[in-house]
């Protein structure tokens, strides 16, 4: 069964997509229990795709397939939709190194790629994108020019010269000196953040990340009359914002400006319940980003989930950093304290209904890997409470509706085909995620055998 599928994946990814596709050119995959995304669940169910879109779902029953439509039997398999980052810094990372060295379109291209193998339909990629090379390849990848899990970008915003955390702020002005291209835009005052707001409109750009942080003091903190006239002038243009926040106490007064959602949820007691459900009346979502931390201190190189797309050299580099940084040995005590703490922050924006998503801040710094650390992130999110269904939703259908990713995220007829075959359930341990058979986006198989020997070999 495996080797028949791989060859038709194999022989599936051979093949251009054909705009000019009819129905007769329609695929049944049937037989697989497909998690839609919404938290139904079908078995025995039947998805019929065609012209890079899902034509119907259903149980094998109540989906008929065109005549000489291809039928690809899924049996003992499950179907869900793509994954979505929805918080990442794409194109700095090299993978034998880290920096703007990295940054450029092949390097972006590589970085989608390496979403789209394990799963992921899209990216967020947030305010560290020259904006015209992003805009470029936004544009690129609709004409299907270009492959890979979906760019989405926003534009970034703090006060002049200020952002990200101080390593990455000069890895960000080396990207802005070499392309000669905006890619922070620094607001000091409430009309110069309108206009740069303006800006980032009249060139298409649909988000802008803002920073809310003074990084422990080093950095000059976006104040509230400056965040408040931009956030009021991206929502009379129909822009969302997304924010950079460390702290409880900021987030208030950026929920009462109308900020869309936060990016860093692991706050710890400060957000407390009744800031939990101040979100939740706000319909502000949050990305708890939890893993970015939580990863340094677990020696990933021996995971072979990541050693499948990973080189020797860089698997030995990983191995060798982790093993020579110091690792304060927490007693027992305070690491159940700790995990006891996280998983109550956690919990309470669920129990709040809160739209907890999915993201990662992957490539924000060296060696916190694309796609890999989405899975596990969601390992995080059932560890702390989460179902698995609820997990999943976090990472398909929520992303989607918050990044305007209206044709992804659920399997639903009309909607992109974009979905991962997986060998075992994830709904029973999340970690299935991780079994991954094939990943299909706009209807077409990725080549993760030819993507996994370009990566191996070329390192
Ligand atoms: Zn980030």
Partial sequence: MRGHLTLFLTLLAACAPDPSATLSDATLFEGARLILGDGQVIENGALLVADGRIEAVGTVDQVIAPEGSTVVDLSGK???????????????????????????R????????????????????????????????ERAQASGEVGGARFVFGAGMAPPGQGPNNAFLEHVRTVTDETG?????????????????????????????????DRGGSQEKLQPPVYRAII????????????HQQSAEDMPDLLDAG????????IGPSLDQRLA?????????????LGLGELRGERVADDPFLRETTPEGVV??????????????????????????????FMRLVEAGVDVVLGTDAG??????????????????????????????AGTRLPAERLGLTDMGTLTAGKSADFVILGANPLDDIRNTRSIDGVFLRGAAVDRVGLRRSWIDGG
């Fill in 277 to 289: 459900a101040r979100i939740r009346e706000a319909d502000a979502f949050v990305v708890p980003n």
């Fill in 78 to 104: 499950t179907v869900m939709p793509a994954l979505i980052d929805a918080h990442a810094h794409l194109g700095y990372e090299g993978y034998t190194g880290w920096g703007a060295q990295y940054y450029s």
């Fill in 181 to 213: 291209q905006t890619v922070l835009r620094g607001a000091a005052t409430p009309d110069a953040g309108r206009a740069a707001v303006r800006d980032i409109a009249a060139k298409g750009i649909r988000f802008v990340k803002i920073w809310v942080d």
């Fill in 259 to 266: 900020v869309a959602g936060f990016l860093h949820g692991r």
């Fill in 364 to 393: 924000a710094v060296p060696d916190h890997y694309f796609g890999y650390a989405g899975h596990r992130e969601l390992e995080i999110f059932v560890r702390l409470g989460m179902t698995p269904m609820q997990a999943i939703e």
């Fill in 316 to 345: 030995a580099r990983l191995g060798a950093a982790y093993d020579a940084r110091p690792r304060a040995t927490a007693p027992g005590a305070a690491a159940a304290a700790r995990e006891r703490e996280l998983r109550e922050g």
């Fill in 106 to 137: 092949a390097n972006l291209i590589d970085h989608l790629e390496r979403y789209a193998y394990y799963g992921f339909g899209a990216v967020f990629s947030a305010g560290s994108d020259p904006d015209d090379l992003a805009l470029e390849l």
């Fill in 232 to 243: 009021d002038e991206a929502r009379q243009l129909g822009l969302d914002i997304l924010v």
